[in-house]
């Protein structure tokens, strides 16, 4: 049988995001015969060495290459020899604004055998995903600055909430919610006591969106209480749908009470109506971390959370049992024990150790 041709533009980046995604690209070799389609890679140079060589972050040539894709493996970008925001700007947000990649969804779940640093929480108290709002907000670059550099100096970023934007996120959220084995309980976090024409503008989406889904328990919260309560009862949550600042923050803040860093993963996503817009590249999956030049190129890199955002990239492609394999060896590995705090420079296991016991334990 001739099998459908998938294409994944892979860009490693910077720092470890190189090392990481090379371990993810040890799983997916390993995978490759049992999936139903065939996966064709595509190697992108871009980052910093890219940029420094030809002084553009994203040439026109690796753009189409992007347009044509089925879908994009992210490694991380960043560099301290390149001034911050060039790369970020130019390649991460570009490719979520271009590709109209409206949702960034953060799983904030919990491998048994994983390190959480809330004392009396283990894997089944922190079981949420977070839906960020991935297109608007204070992004966009909407604002400006009046008598810089003077005493008088003006700056001014707004915060962009359009009724469209909303309602593609928290409509998302709801589908999301309603087909998860969860608790069936979406919360909307904002700050609609001091945002009050932004984030009531989300509030009334929420609840007129919501009467379509009467299955949902369905509650609002401020975003200074869910900080709170992500450290004092993450077990409250299921699914939360946020914008793209909150969404931002708050899932650092996810990432390291469910795991740390190097555990967590995320998809950049346009998944109501994909075929409406110009290309044909819908996702984005890319390990939450950076390119932690602290510890780029020493070995000492978590892999887990590039080898977790290849398992939402095959979920995303239909590969499904694929992505259920990667998700029993990771939890194999965690269980194992060997890896006890995964976003510190813990030097007993290598990034390509841990690789290896992935790829052992499918
Ligand atoms: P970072 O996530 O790269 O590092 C934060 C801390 O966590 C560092 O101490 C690092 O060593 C540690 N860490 C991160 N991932 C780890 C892993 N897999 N295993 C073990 N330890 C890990 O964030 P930072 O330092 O704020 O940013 C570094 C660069 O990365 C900057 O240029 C930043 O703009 C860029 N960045 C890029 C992102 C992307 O491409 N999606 C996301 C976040 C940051
Ligand atoms: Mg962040």
Redesign the pocket.
Known sequence: MVREVKKIAVVP?????RE?ISEGLKVLKKLEPNLSAEFCLLDLDLGADAYLRTHEAMPDSVWKEILGADAIY???????R?P??I??RE??LRIRFDLDLYINLRPCEMYAGAFTPLKHKSASDIRFTVVRENTESVYTGVGGVFKKGTAEEVAIQEDVNTRKGVERAVRYAYELCAARAGKRELTLVDKANVLTYAHQLWRRVFSEVGQEYPQIKQSALYVDACAMDFVRRPERFDVIVTNNIFGDILTDLGAVISG????SA?ANLRPLAPEKTVSRCWGMF???????????GKG???????ILALKMLLEAMNEKSAAQKIEQAVAKVTAGGKIFK?????TSIS?SAIGDLVVSSL
């Open positions: 980046g910077d720092g470890i995001g990481v992210l490694g991380a970008v960043g560099d301290p390149v911050p925001g790369l970020e390649v991460l740390g860093l190097g555990l995320s890319e390990p939450v971390h950076g390119s932690a030049p602290d510890i780029a000492l890199a978590n892999p887990l959370a590039a995964p976003e510190s420079t813990d990034t």
